[in-house]
């Protein structure tokens, strides 16, 4: 009796692996609807297991420490694409299975942390600049980085809970590069921080919007998606884009190199480049879409939209992050320097 | 009762290999891993060096250390001081108080801690319940900054480890014989003596547990610092985290981790010393 149910139950297991395609993705949290995930498996039958990270730098550990299997598919950002792809992480992509390729905005295409777009297509992409709460006198004065060092701002600025983020403030304003490479100009900029950690309040990337909507805030450094859901609820919130330069990312679907299910995950790739998919995503998530046919078919106040969508003048002021390489020690050092105060 | 011996052994067994597998093993490679090399591409390299260690009580490292140890002694005392008395009074009341008290304590862990500390900032922030009332009765007329400061982090420890102070006390007050307390005093003894020389001594480990268990995860829980401090604290056990998640230095993150675990036999063997001293030496009454 005993081994009878024994063996219906191997049978179940075996048959439910082997007749159900399974798909392991692992996204950034608050990036995914779950109904994307649902018709996806309406339409093909591939049941889609999403587990979510906050930082690039966990994800990472996690890919690398599983030897590049585990998952079908991660989102890493554009630094973090370079350096898996220099690591052996990600396998290539077979862009014959990728039929909605062409729907891709061909200024996010060929960027220097995957030039070929060998290993990577782009999923969101956005800015990081500042938000300021205008009902706050003093708030509604800043206008550039620069500002965010003003005395009169204690207590009221929330930065990004990130290295680069942070470090890539007091770079743009001394002028350099979000990527410098030079351990003695990282030191330098490192040592413009502490009068602007003193003005912070809190350092958040999980949901900065909230802190500025509770007013425990009156100007944040966040992500433009953030900032229009939270213009959105609160009118007197705007988006700025300092005249000193800021941060733009790219999200990328990506392949790990012994990922499992490789077919089941160019599909879903090639479903997600599909506009109306893409458009559900972008309206769900107000980050700004690669896809241009999606563009199109989002609300028009999206579409008009500045901070989801900025002017070509306004994104040439932008710089992309690129991996550091060895330079990333520099960086590192100060971040714990900041943190400690 | 050849049965009985079976299964006792059996479920000893079990314990033992759990134990094994889920304790010894995990601590033993965190120690293997605080005496390897740094490695940038590969987490780490094998290898024989206390220089991690070394980097650890060095400059900024050791000033983590030692704030977050001030903050968890500071938790410590502050739940100290409100466990004690409210032991004191759960160890005198009635049954039926005792009970319903009891379970009062308990109720919050029905809820997950982290979900516990985000309710929290709830009540922190510059409209919340904290504000409001204060506002309502008139005794401040500008919203108090609560939320992402050191006192919020402080406020949160103490508020989820509280009941793992209040636990320990109450057993060990439950346990001591009020006739003792009696004889002392019919024997000439003054409050403060009998306190000092009776009551003390024979509540000591049970101080020493409630402090342990507040103490330690007073240096480790790293979310409360990340929620109620705005990410501006650092814990022992924040400090950990980055190292494994952020700069990826393991090697650095396991020697901290280290330094907890040395910290907590350092505790036991004082646990273990004022027990000894109740059942074997002139304490044994």
């Known amino acids: 009796m005993m081994l009878r149910w024994l063996m219906v139950l191997i049978a179940l297991l075996v048959s439910s692996s082997v007749l159900a395609a399974e798909l392991y993705v692992y996204n950034w949290s608050e990036y995914m609807p779950d109904r994307i995930l649902r018709d996806f498996q309406k339409e093909t039958g591939i049941k889609v297991h999403m587990s979510t990270y906050d930082s690039n730098e966990a994800m990472y550990a996690k890919v690398k420490l599983l030897g590049a299997k585990g998952y079908d598919i991660v989102v890493p950002s554009t630094d973090y694409v370079a350096r898996m792809i220099r690591e052996g992480l990600l396998q290539p992509l077979d862009k014959s299975k990728l039929t909605n390729l062409h729907n891709l905005d061909p200024r996010l295409l060929g960027q220097s942390f995957d030039p070929t777009n060998t290993y990577s297509v782009p999923y969101m992409w956005g800015s990081t600049a500042i938000a300021i709460n205008t009902q706050d006198p003093v708030a509604a004065q800043v206008r550039s980085l620069a500002d965010l060092w003003k005395p009169e701002l204690q207590g009221k600025l929330l930065l990004p809970n990130d290295m680069r983020g942070v470090i890539g403030l007091a770079l743009k304003r001394m002028g350099r590069s979000l990527n410098e490479r030079d351990p003695a100009v990282v030191a330098q900029a490192c040592d413009l921080l502490p009068d602007v950690v003193r003005n912070v309040r809190l350092f958040d990337s999980d949901s900065p919007k909230q802190a500025l909507l509770n007013r425990e805030v009156a100007v944040a450094v966040l992500w433009n998606g953030e900032a229009f859901i939270a213009s959105r609820e609160n009118p007197a919130i705007q988006y700025i884009y300092p005249p000193e330069g800021f941060s733009l990312w790219i999200d990328n679907l990506c392949i790990p190199k012994n990922a499992r299910n490789v077919e089941a995950a160019h599909r879903f790739i090639d479903y997600l480049l599909r506009p109306e998919v893409a458009a559900r995503i972008a309206e769900e998530f107000t980050y700004s879409s690669p896809n241009i046919p999606a563009r199109a078919l989002l609300d028009p106040k999206v579409q008009a939209s500045p901070v989801v969508y900025p002017p070509d003048d306004v994104l040439a002021r932008g710089e992309f992050e690129t991996d550091l390489g060895p330079a990333t020690a520099a960086y590192e050092q100060c971040w714990m320097r900041i943190k400690t105060k | ?285």
């Open chain 2, 1 to 285: 009762m050849r049965r009985d011996g079976l299964f006792r052994r059996l479920v000893i067994a079990a314990t033992v290999v759990w134990m094994a597998v889920f304790g010894v093993v995990p601590n033993l490679l965190v120690l293997g891993a605080s005496v390897s090399h740094p490695s940038p591409t590969t987490f780490l390299s094998p290898g024989f060096t206390l220089g991690n260690y070394a980097l650890l009580l060095d400059g900024i490292h050791a000033q983590i250390l030692f704030s977050s140890l001030k903050l968890s002694a500071a938790v410590t005392a502050i739940c100290f001081g409100l466990a004690y008395p409210f032991a004191a009074l759960l160890a005198r009341a009635g049954r039926r108080t005792r009970h319903v008290l009891l379970v009062l304590v308990v109720i919050p862990f029905w809820t997950n801690s982290l979900v516990r500390t985000y309710a929290m900032t709830v009540l922190l922030n510059t409209s919340g319940l904290v504000n409001r009332v204060l506002f309502a009765l008139g005794l401040i007329d500008a919203p108090l900054t609560l939320l992402y400061t050191t006192g919020a982090v402080v406020a949160g420890l103490v508020y989820t480890l509280l009941p793992f102070m209040i636990l320990p006390l109450y057993a060990a007050l439950d346990r001591f014989d009020p006739r003792l307390e009696e004889a002392a005093r019919d024997l000439g003894a003054g409050r403060f003596q009998v306190l000092w020389y009776i009551k003390l001594p024979l509540v000591l480990p049970g101080i020493i547990t409630g402090c342990m268990l507040v103490f330690l995860p007073g240096l480790g829980m790293f979310y409360v610092a990340d929620v109620l401090g705005g990410a501006k604290t650092m814990l022992v056990g924040n400090f950990i985290r980055d190292q494994f998640l952020v700069t990826r230095q393991w090697p650095l993150g396991a020697a901290a981790s280290t330094l907890l675990t040395m910290i907590m036999i350092v505790l036991l063997l004082i646990y273990w010393w004022s027990q000894r001293r109740i059942h074997e030496g002139k304490l044994d009454v």
